[in-house]
């Protein structure tokens, strides 16, 4: 299995541009979460779809971040404009609807905007 | 507002001994608690997972404990080893139909030669 895929690893852009982070879910799970890290609020989930529909996104910071999920095995959150206070770890996990499934997470993008 | 508490200092042991973690929550009352393991660069990895009627769970060298009078998690791991060095986050599950979970800020670990 090739686990949670996230493109691209390492995002260094300006201030006011759009950034778009990409994932792919592990194939057969139908619950995807998009996070976000950094040292001072540590993990923090931005929004969440299952089987494919946003189901909680109260997490997302403002009005710049957007997300989508137009089918099973991708998903893209966007940033425009982006902002160096956008500057941290974003991580994508996935997992099985139902039972108390664990999540899998992908190895993160590292954005740096300058 | 609910409140995820884990030792932000890190952690230094002695190879050999025994590390433990500590997950406090308020405002909150999980179904579930997850232990993950994280490494620099890489993204959480679970570890173990005890429901709310459980007061232990273990795994090989991993025991979990969950108190739900005193709102607290303890995570064990005997006989430490180098390779445990890491950083270990705590996450809080309400239960129902979703899986929303709660993360703490996670705890360093460090084990020493």
């Known amino acids: 299995d090739a686990g949670v895929i996230q493109s691209p690893r390492h995002e260094v852009t300006e201030m006011g541009q759009e950034v778009t982070l990409r994932c792919k879910p592990i194939?057969?799970?139908?619950?995807l979460f998009w996070y976000r890290q950094t040292m001072m609020r540590g993990l923090e989930l931005l929004i969440y779809?299952?089987?494919?529909?946003?189901?909680?996104d109260s997490g997302m910071p403002e009005d710049r971040f957007s997300a989508k999920m137009p089918n099973a095995s991708f998903s893209t959150l966007k940033i425009q404009p982006s902002e160096p206070r956008d500057s941290a770890v974003y991580f994508c996990?996935?997992?099985?609807?139902?039972?108390?499934?664990?999540?899998?997470f992908g190895p993160g993008t590292r954005l740096l905007v300058l | 507002s609910q409140k995820i508490e884990q030792n932000s200092e890190a952690l230094n042991i002695q190879e050999g001994k025994t590390a433990t973690l500590t997950c406090n929550y308020t405002?909150?009352?999980?179904?579930?608690l997850q232990w993950y393991r994280q490494d620099p660069g890489r993204g959480p990895v679970f570890l173990l997972l005890?429901?709310?009627?459980?007061k232990e769970k273990r795994k090989e060298r991993l025991k979990v404990t969950f108190d739900t009078t005193l709102k607290q998690s303890l995570f064990h791991i005997t006989a430490s080893q180098p390779a445990d060095s890491a950083t270990y986050l705590c996450?809080?599950?309400?239960?129902?139909?979703?899986?929303?979970?709660?993360f703490g800020t996670g705890t360093q670990l460090k084990v020493e030669l």
């Open positions: 996990a996935s997992t099985r609807l139902g039972g108390r499934e664990t999540q899998y």
């Open positions: 194939s057969g799970h139908n619950s």
């Open positions: 779809f299952n089987n494919n529909v946003p189901i909680d």
């Open positions: 405002n909150y009352s999980p179904a579930y």
């Open positions: 005890i429901r709310e009627n459980e």
């Open positions: 996450a809080l599950d309400p239960g129902g139909g979703g899986n929303k979970l709660t």
